[in-house]
Every structure is written in structure tokens, then in C-alpha cells.
């Protein structure tokens, strides 16, 4: 730059731990530079929101909190929706993702059951708060190391932590009162299943539909299935919010149990495209790749297979 003034950070390189080669957004043209961060803009967004509720839920602004988990959602959906359309998803994005999740769809739902339910038994609150919290975080591991290109996209292994999330704020716009229905002692049961049910759901492997095709349609049909959808949920959302949201949150954990029971008959009516095709045992989750090698049973040639089908 001879004696001309330097640019910030000019000397500064980014350097790989494994030697691959990094390339800095300082070499990008602004365009391309935009479309690297923008879903990771949306990603800090979402982890923005589920800090502002937790803050929020512990001054006893229940609502508050549970409407900045609604933003949350669909700043993690715009995210991925925008990585994908501009073709900037990478390894830095799924790891960003996962943590901003679980910030607003682990830690500030269990701080919304803590604070909100259960107050009359601290330490059932604490117990049920932190099973929130744990099983949210081994969703989120589980799914960054058993990412495969070739699964089913239609489908999550588990209850996805923003479905979960949502069971929870939709639970508290209806209620509005955590003291609500039948009762053990001074522990309104309502409060105490709703931490706990969709937190087990997400470390199953009970297999849930992700419903991309809503949000890329690539039918006519299907773009206009997503516009009847979307025209349903905004009138519903005007008329009444908190019904709305509980209809949509409860029917679609209620969904994968279901669709297990019915696959077979679904099968026969409609055809195998109509339920979830067999899922394959895959690596240790925990083991190293060396130290679990897939058996012969394990091959999909002698038909182990994952029967939960939904």
C-alpha cells in the first residue's frame, strides 16, 4: 500500500488448525460478502431473541418471553431457508445454528418452565427445567454428527427443539396461568407433562416431518397447498393467536405417534411414498468411527432397519 494510509485488520490472516485454506470476507466483493453472512445474521437474530427471553422470563414477563421463542422459530427457519437459497450453508452455519438453538430453543424454554410452572416444588422445577435443557442439547449434538446428505429430508429423527419450543409458548398464551387443570398436591399436572413429554420426544428416534416442501414448493400444487396454509395460519393468527398455536403446536407432536400407528394403512391406500422409508442403523454417536465399525447386521443388505415409521 506504499505510504498510503493501511487499511484496518490488513495484516491479519485466518488460519485453518487442519491446513485446509481459509478464505477471509475481506477478499469477498461486497455482494458475494452479503450472501456468506446473511444467514447468519438471521442465526444471530435468533440467538438475540432467545436471550431477551430468558432476561424477560425471569422478570415474570411470561408473555413477552414466549413471543420473542415465536420470533426465534422463524428466524431459524428463515435462516436455513436463505442459506440454502443462496447456496452459502457450511460446517461454520450448522455449528452456529446449533448453538443459537440451543440458547432459544433449550435454555430459554427451560428458564420459561422454571419460571413460569412449578414454583411450588423448587426442586421438580430445577429437575424438569434441566431435562429440558439436556435433552435439547444431546438433539442438537446428535443431529451435527449424523448429518447425511442421503437421508430422507421430509423427515427429523426426533422432535425437532423448535417444535418442541413451541409446545411450551403455546402452552402459556392458552393457559395464561400455570395453576390450570388437575392437580397433585399444589403441582398443577398440565405444566409438569408439557416440560416433560416434548423434551423425551426430542431425544427419540421416532422420526417427525420436517415440511420443507411447504416452504420450497415445487409443484404448482404444492405452491398452492403452501398459500392455503399460509392464508389459514395469518387469518387464525389475527382471530385468535393462542388457540392457533396450540392447535398447530400439540397436533404436530401428536403427529409422529400417530403416523406410526397408521403407516401400514396408509401404506396400502396411498403407496410406500406415504410413510417414512426405512431408516438404517448408522455409526456410535458416541465412539469413534475406529472403535465402532458397523457390523454385518448393520448393513442395509440383511435389512436392519429403524421400524419406527411415521
Same mark, same amino acid.
Given at each position: 500500500?506504499g505510504?498510503?494510509?493501511r487499511?484496518?485488520?490488513?495484516?491479519w490472516?485466518?488460519i485453518?488448525?487442519? *491446513?485446509?485454506?481459509v478464505?477471509?470476507?475481506?477478499?469477498l466483493?461486497?455482494?458475494?460478502?452479503l450472501?456468506?453472512?446473511?444467514?447468519?445474521?438471521?442465526?444471530?437474530?435468533?440467538?438475540?431473541?432467545?436471550?431477551?427471553?430468558?432476561?424477560?422470563?425471569f422478570?415474570?414477563?411470561?408473555?413477552w418471553?414466549?413471543?420473542?421463542?415465536?420470533?426465534?422459530?422463524?428466524?431459524d427457519?428463515?435462516?436455513?431457508?436463505?442459506?440454502?437459497?443462496? *447456496?452459502?450453508?457450511?460446517?461454520?452455519?450448522?455449528?452456529?445454528?446449533?448453538?443459537?438453538d440451543?440458547?432459544?430453543?433449550?435454555?430459554a &424454554?427451560?428458564?420459561?418452565v422454571?419460571t413460569?410452572?412449578?414454583?411450588?416444588?423448587p426442586?421438580?422445577?430445577? *429437575?424438569? $427445567?434441566?431435562?429440558? @435443557?439436556?435433552?435439547?442439547?444431546?438433539?442438537?449434538?446428535?443431529?451435527?454428527?449424523?448429518?447425511?446428505p442421503?437421508?430422507?429430508?421430509?423427515?427429523?429423527?426426533?422432535?425437532?427443539?423448535?417444535g418442541?419450543?413451541?409446545?411450551?409458548?403455546?402452552t402459556?398464551f392458552?393457559?395464561?396461568?400455570?395453576?390450570? *387443570? %388437575?392437580?397433585v398436591?399444589?403441582v398443577?399436572?398440565? %405444566?409438569?407433562?408439557?416440560?416433560?413429554?416434548?423434551?423425551?420426544?426430542?431425544?427419540? /428416534?421416532?422420526?417427525?416431518?420436517?415440511f420443507r416442501?411447504l416452504?420450497?414448493p415445487?409443484?404448482?400444487?404444492?405452491?398452492?397447498?403452501?398459500? @392455503?396454509?399460509?392464508?389459514?395460519l395469518?387469518?387464525?393468527m389475527?382471530? $385468535?393467536?393462542?388457540?392457533?398455536?396450540?392447535?398447530?403446536?400439540?397436533?404436530?407432536?401428536?403427529?409422529?405417534?400417530?403416523?406410526?400407528?397408521?403407516?401400514?394403512?396408509?401404506?396400502?391406500?396411498?403407496? %410406500?411414498? /406415504?410413510? $417414512?422409508? &426405512?431408516?438404517?442403523?448408522s455409526?456410535?454417536?458416541?465412539?469413534?468411527?475406529?472403535e465402532?465399525?458397523?457390523?454385518?447386521?448393520?448393513?442395509?443388505?440383511?435389512? $436392519?432397519?429403524?421400524?419406527?415409521?411415521?
Amino acid at each position: 500500500m506504499g505510504l498510503g494510509r493501511r487499511r484496518p485488520f490488513a495484516r491479519w490472516r485466518l488460519i485453518s488448525p487442519t *491446513g485446509a485454506e481459509v478464505v477471509s470476507l475481506r477478499q469477498l466483493s461486497n455482494r458475494d460478502r452479503l450472501r456468506v453472512t446473511a444467514p447468519s445474521i438471521f442465526t444471530t437474530g435468533n440467538m438475540a431473541c432467545g436471550f431477551a427471553s430468558v432476561l424477560l422470563a425471569f422478570r415474570q414477563e411470561f408473555g413477552w418471553a414466549a413471543a420473542l421463542l415465536c420470533v426465534s422459530i422463524l428466524l431459524d427457519i428463515a435462516d436455513g431457508f436463505v442459506a440454502r437459497k443462496v *447456496g452459502a450453508t457450511s460446517p461454520f452455519g450448522v455449528q452456529l445454528d446449533s448453538m443459537a438453538d440451543l440458547i432459544s430453543f433449550g435454555m430459554a &424454554p427451560a428458564v420459561l418452565v422454571h419460571t413460569w410452572a412449578l414454583d411450588s416444588w423448587p426442586v421438580a422445577a430445577w *429437575g424438569a $427445567a434441566f431435562l429440558w @435443557l439436556a435433552c435439547a442439547a444431546f438433539r442438537l449434538a446428535r443431529f451435527n454428527v449424523t448429518v447425511d446428505p442421503m437421508d430422507d429430508k421430509r423427515y427429523f429423527v426426533g422432535l425437532p427443539s423448535p417444535g418442541a419450543a413451541l409446545v411450551m409458548i403455546a402452552t402459556v398464551f392458552a393457559l395464561q396461568r400455570p395453576d390450570i *387443570g %388437575p392437580r397433585v398436591g399444589p403441582v398443577a399436572l398440565l %405444566p409438569a407433562v408439557v416440560a416433560v413429554v416434548p423434551a423425551l420426544l426430542m431425544v427419540t /428416534s421416532v422420526r417427525f416431518r420436517s415440511f420443507r416442501n411447504l416452504l420450497v414448493p415445487e409443484t404448482a400444487r404444492a405452491r398452492a397447498g403452501t398459500l @392455503l396454509v399460509a392464508v389459514v395460519l395469518v387469518v387464525g393468527m389475527f382471530l $385468535a393467536p393462542a388457540h392457533i398455536l396450540l392447535i398447530v403446536a400439540y397436533a404436530y407432536v401428536l403427529s409422529a405417534p400417530l403416523g406410526v400407528l397408521t403407516a401400514p394403512l396408509r401404506e396400502r391406500l396411498f403407496g %410406500p411414498e /406415504s410413510v $417414512a422409508p &426405512p431408516r438404517y442403523r448408522s455409526r456410535s454417536v458416541f465412539l469413534p468411527a475406529a472403535e465402532s465399525p458397523l457390523d454385518e447386521d448393520d448393513l442395509p443388505d440383511n435389512g $436392519a432397519v429403524d421400524t419406527a415409521t411415521s
